[in-house]
């Protein structure tokens, strides 16, 4: 299930990063206090309540011939055709002005459910101000202070009420869903086609051919696939075309929708830093995932390419070791034929649910092989542990006291768990919760 999206959208220097980052929780988007000083949309996951979705800050709005402002109003119409909900936000010590009936027009046109935000109301005083923002269209205008974080709970429960409950894609449980994600001209179209054994995708030596993610059906030996393709990711920061940022969002949406997630390396150009960052996007969303090497039909090889290469991808990525890795070559279709069997068992691995006594049993051999760490004198004591999740496979484990259990101690217990039940291709996770 792909979360809701929620666009932040208004005119310049109205408050829009700050809000964002209080939503989030953290500083990510840069604040100053200049009009455009946001040049990207930034986008990041954040919840409330029980809702998890992605929120994207974009540029002002804004119809005139200051820099930057044209780039900006395109970022923002691109985030106000990817958003589920958009959260307008206005100004409410200057009230409303010409630019925010001019963004207002955008966003009429949009036909996406808007919230509308008045912002820097920090007392009371000025909750009487806001009336004249209801002129703008859009229903009850909420005050909010991005500053101080006050009023951003209504305002939230607003958006939230416009978060779909039937937001689902309505495959089958038994079908495979799997994405392709890497920077532009790895070959992921390509690797489609050859999958699919048809010109289905749009294949272009220009790199970012692709612009949208494109969903295919596909069966082989009676196990039902998804293929869903991405546009390529770039560097951020990189000047390249809007909808080329657009596409990012695009590719984190298509892998929150996936089971598994293959992450399309050059072979002909090898690994750059910016293939880890992708990579990453994928890890932290606790997909199951494979490493492809693709285009390796035209990389000069020896006896020891393949292992000095496998090596250099293990060296770069190391919080992907539990992640195989497949040599191919797209064009060719050569070793083709071994990536449907590796999709099938990292899928099965992050699916897999494995019995608390056999749990527990492991659990106590790590001990006795390796006991538990102390701080000041106190060791860490572990009464059980049960796994609570599958996709990705989530483990608690049941302590005296969470604290004492130190990454490395949690690495070591993680490392028990896949040498006795495998779980190649997927990444785990382990948290501690004292005992009561």
């Known amino acids: 299930m792909a979360k809701p999206v929620v666009a932040i959208v208004g005119r310049p220097n109205v408050g829009k ?49 200051e820099p930057f402002l044209e780039q900006i109003r395109h970022q923002a119409e691109i985030a106000i055709n990817e958003a589920d909900v958009i959260i307008f936000v206005t100004n409410g010590r200057e009230g409303v002005t010409a630019a925010d009936e001019e963004v207002a027009k955008i966003l009429h046109r949009s036909n996406k459910p808007v919230v509308l935000g008045v912002n820097k109301v920090d007392n009371p005083e000025m909750r009487e101000q806001i009336f004249e923002f209801y002129s ?32 689902s894609d309505n495959y089958e449980d038994d079908i495979i869903k799997f994405s392709l994600i890497g920077r532009p001209n790895v070959g992921k179209s390509s690797l489609v086609n050859a999958i699919l054994g048809e010109e289905r995708v749009i294949v272009s030596d220009i790199a970012g051919t692709t612009r949208d993610a494109v969903d295919s059906f596909y069966t082989f030996n009676g196990q039902k696939y998804v293929i869903i393709d991405t546009a390529g990711m770039r560097k951020k920061g990189k000047v390249y075309e809007n909808t080329e940022k657009y596409s990012v969002l695009r590719a984190l949406r298509a892998i929150e929708r996936s089971d598994v997630v293959l992450v399309v390396i050059n072979g002909e150009e090898g690994i750059i830093e910016q293939d880890k960052k992708i990579a990453g996007y994928a890890h932290e969303a606790g997909r199951a995932i494979v490493i492809v090497v693709n285009k390796w039909d035209v990389v000069e090889k020896d006896e020891k390419t393949m292992k000095v290469f496998e090596q250099n991808i293990r060296d770069h990525f190391q919080f992907l070791d539990y992640a195989p890795i497949v040599f191919l070559s797209a064009k060719t279709k050569k070793r083709i034929h071994t990536l449907l069997p590796m999709i099938n068992l990292v899928s099965e691995n992050h699916a897999l649910r494995v019995q608390t006594n056999i749990l527990n049993e492991i659990m106590m051999d790590a001990v006795a092989m390796n006991p538990t760490p102390t701080d000041k004198g106190k060791r860490l004591k572990i009464y059980y542990a049960t796994q609570v999740s599958t996709k990705p496979p989530t483990f608690v484990i049941f302590v005296n006291d969470p604290e004492l259990l130190h990454f490395s101690y949690k690495r070591f217990l993680e490392n028990q768990i896949r040498d006795a039940f495998g779980f190649k291709g997927t990444p785990i996770k382990i948290f501690a919760r004292a005992r009561k």
Do not use: C, M, Q
């Open 17 to 65: 990063s700050t809000i964002f980052n209080r939503i989030v929780g953290e500083r990510v988007s840069i604040v100053e206090d200049t009009p455009g000083v946001t040049r990207d949309r930034i986008y990041s996951s954040a919840e409330w309540l029980t809702h998890n979705f992605n929120i994207i800050d974009t540029g002002g709005i804004e119809i005139g011939d």
């Open 136 to 167: 703008l269209g859009f229903g009850e205008p909420y005050p909010i202070s991005g500053a101080h974080g006050l009023g951003l709970g209504d305002l939230l429960d607003a958006a939230a009420a416009h978060f779909s409950k039937t937001d």
